[in-house]
Each structure stands twice: as C-alpha cells, then as structure tokens.
C-alpha cells in the first residue's frame, strides 16, 4: 500500500474506518505499527497493531487494566474528579494482581471447558426457540432475533435469572454496550442503577435460597472462593458486558461471514464435525473484537521500536493482528478453513484471557449452526456492501443482518 497515505488525527474515530478498517490498518502495521492518535477528550492513545508487539503488550504488567489507574488519567485530563462505580470496580476485566488472582481463582471453575460442553444441549434449544419464532418472518433481522438474545439467554440462565427477566436483561445488556464514564444524559445511570438493584434483590435472594447456578454457587463457595456481595455484583455485570457484548458480535458476525462465503459454509454442513476445528479461523477472520480493553501505561514502555511514557493510553487493535502477515503469512484477508493453527487474539493473551471464550465458541458454533440446518436456504436481503457496523472501539457488531429464507 502506498506510503504516501494521509490519516485524519481521529481516524480510528471515523464512521469510515469503523465500516471498512482494514485497508487503513494494513497502512499503519507497514508504515506506522505503533502510532499516536488524537482522543475526542484532547489527549492521545497509542495504537499498536503489529500481532508480536500486541502480545508483547497483552502479557506486560506495565500496561495495567486497573480501573483505578485509567480513571485517575481521565480525572486529570478533563479536570474534575471522576470514580468508577463499582459495578465497574471489581471484576476481573478491570483489576490487576494482586486483587485480581483470586478473583479469577473463584470465577475458573465455571467456565471450564467441561462445564461448557455440558450446557451443548440446553444452548440447542435456545437457539431453535429463537428460530423458530422467526420461521413465519419474510425478512428477519438476524441481530435483534437471534445474535443478540441467544448469549443474554443463555448467561443470564447461567447466572440463575428467570425467564421473565430475560428481556430486562437484553434491554440492560444493549445499554451498557454503550457505557461511558463522561455521559451527561443520565440514561446510562438508570440502566446501570436498575440493573444493579435488580442484581442486588437477585443476589439475596440467593443467599436465602440457593439454586444451581453461578451466582448461588459464588454466594454459597467455600471460604477459600468466596467473593464479597460488591465484587459478586461486579462479576454479574461483566457478564452482562463482555460476556453478552462479545458473544453477540461473534455470533452475527460468523453467520454473515458464512452467508459471504457459501462453499466454506457448505463443507461445515456437510462434515459437522468440522465446527469446532473451523471456529478459531472464523473468530480471526470475523475478529468480534475490535480492540483490547484499553491499557494505561504504569512505566515507560517500549514496543515495536517505540517508548511509551507512563502515565499513556494504549489500545491493542484486535483486528489488526488478526490480519498481520507476518503471523498469518497466506492470504491473512481471506477466510481459509485450512489454516494452520490460526492463534488469533481475540480473547486475550496472559492473566486477562477471557475465562468465558470456550463458552462463547460453543453458544457462535451452534448459533451459526441450528441457523443453516434449519433454512439451509438462508440468503442475504441485502447485498454484503449494505451490510453496516456499530461504531464501538471494543467490539465490532453488526447493526443489522436482514436476510430471506
């Protein structure tokens, strides 16, 4: 790609760059692997997008995720006092060692591979509900149908919530995918206010009469796992959060990849046994992820050649490595259900890899996979290039996926 290309200050901002990011991010990793950009509040991040610098960056503690540490920047840079609240303060994704490891100690267990597998078939028969209720619809929206609610159902019924709930959930889960810590609006604080108060009167009522479920085991662990009720509550909403936000991304975005690419989608039908081989190829193609939850820099660090002073934000473009050459040499743009061990970065890398991505590839394989066993003639509304994205800097959801049986 030319050298001579010029990028906006903001240009990871841009509605631009959100619908069609790779072009520019196969600019940068070539000329500019870690670069400074403009933030809207008047400071910089530091974007890095080269996959061994990334991991380089995902494993180094001197780039922290304490919520604390990134909120003390933002209470400098905008001059006014700015706290997490601690439905944000205390859950894995936002802490460091030495609160951090027994945290994730306490929350492992329920997200083994071997506890996943075993929800394979109470997963089937969410999705096929959620079929089934859009087999008499001409034109269904596949996000708002079936992406969306299949990973709230089913970690919300993980948690132990009821059904009557589920839609609370779903509502709560699509207005914290757009949480920031400067809003003035006040309606991302009524959700985070209702959905905490219900969290509470649900924790209680667990701690009164336990069930079998993760909160209730959380509430009911032994001394060695027990967790506080704020850092119980903290963990509900990183479910509700990165657990659903992600998940949903991941499911809409390997079935509109599949709906793209109809010979790769016919062998998957035709060997089911090849799902689950196929679906770390489909999560870096897919890449539902598009960048790491943001760092901030403890120390002077060096990466690809570039010091970054402490005290820096620094964002790990996901996306980006998932189509670097010089990890994935053959074709990095194409989908190639062939390839040789695809280690993507889209759950992580080191202490802060997703405890929940097992699970989120068994709710994507078997959500894209009911789907084209049951109307293998499933087809686009609309052509590929009408198909739109949700600008968000963590994940990379489609707005919309209209398609015809």
């Known amino acids: 790609m030319a050298a001579t290309r010029t990028l906006s200050k903001y240009w990871m901002l841009t509605n631009e760059f959100t619908q069609n990011p790779y072009p520019v991010l196969e600019h940068v990793r070539e000329e500019r692997p870690v670069c400074e950009i403009a933030l809207p509040d008047g400071g910089r991040a530091w974007v890095v997008t ?9 494993a180094d ?9 990134h909120y003390q920047l933002m209470s400098r840079r905008s001059g006014r006092t700015l706290t997490p609240p601690p439905e944000e303060a205390n859950h894995l994704a936002n802490l460091e060692p030495p609160r951090h490891t027994p945290l994730r100690k306490a929350i492992s267990f329920a997200f083994t591979p071997r506890r996943a597998e075993a929800l394979r078939p109470r997963i089937v028969e969410i999705a096929d509900q959620l079929l089934d209720r859009l087999a008499a619809r001409a034109r269904p929206d596949l996000i708002a149908g079936y992406a969306d609610p299949l990973p709230v159902i089913v970690i919300a019924e993980l948690m132990g919530v009821p059904a009557d709930a589920w839609p609370d959930f779903l509502r709560w889960s699509q207005a914290l995918r757009t949480f920031s810590p400067t809003d003035t609006s006040g309606v991302l604080d009524r959700n985070i206010q209702d959905l905490s108060a219900y969290m509470s009167s649900l924790i209680a009522a667990k701690e ?14 032994d001394a060695e796992r027990r967790l506080t009720p704020t850092e119980i509550l903290s963990t509900g909403f990183a479910l509700m959060t990165g657990g659903n936000d992600t998940t949903a991304s991941l499911v809409g975005g390997v079935i509109a990849a599949l709906l793209t690419h109809p010979e790769e989608r016919e062998r998957l039908l035709a060997e089911p046994g090849r799902w689950g081989a196929a679906m770390d190829e489909l999560i870096r193609y897919v890449s539902p992820i598009s960048n790491a939850l943001q760092r901030v820099t403890t120390g002077p660090v060096e990466l690809g050649g570039v010091t970054i002073p402490a005290g820096e934000v620094v964002i790990i473009s996901v996306m980006s490595t998932n189509r670097d050459r010089g990890q994935f040499p053959d074709h990095p743009d194409d989908l190639d259900l062939d390839r040789a061990k695809p280690a993507h970065l889209s759950f992580g890398f080191g202490i802060h890899y997703c405890s929940g991505a097992h699970l989120a590839k068994i709710i994507t394989e078997i959500g894209a996979r009911r789907l084209f066993e049951h109307f293998p003639e499933v087809r686009l509304a609309v052509e590929p290039s009408a198909l739109r994205y949700q600008q968000n800097v963590v994940v990379r959801p489609l707005e919309a996926l209209p398609v015809t049986w």
Do not use: C, K, N
């Not at 080269?50 to 380089?56: F, I, P």
């Not at 009164?208 to 662990?221: N, Q, T």
């Open 50 to 58: 080269r996959y061994d610098d990334a991991r380089a960056a995902l």
């Open 208 to 221: 009164r009469e336990p069930g079998e479920d993760l909160l209730s085991s959380l509430i009911h662990a």
């Open 61 to 69: 503690p001197r780039l922290s995720r304490d919520i604390h540490v």
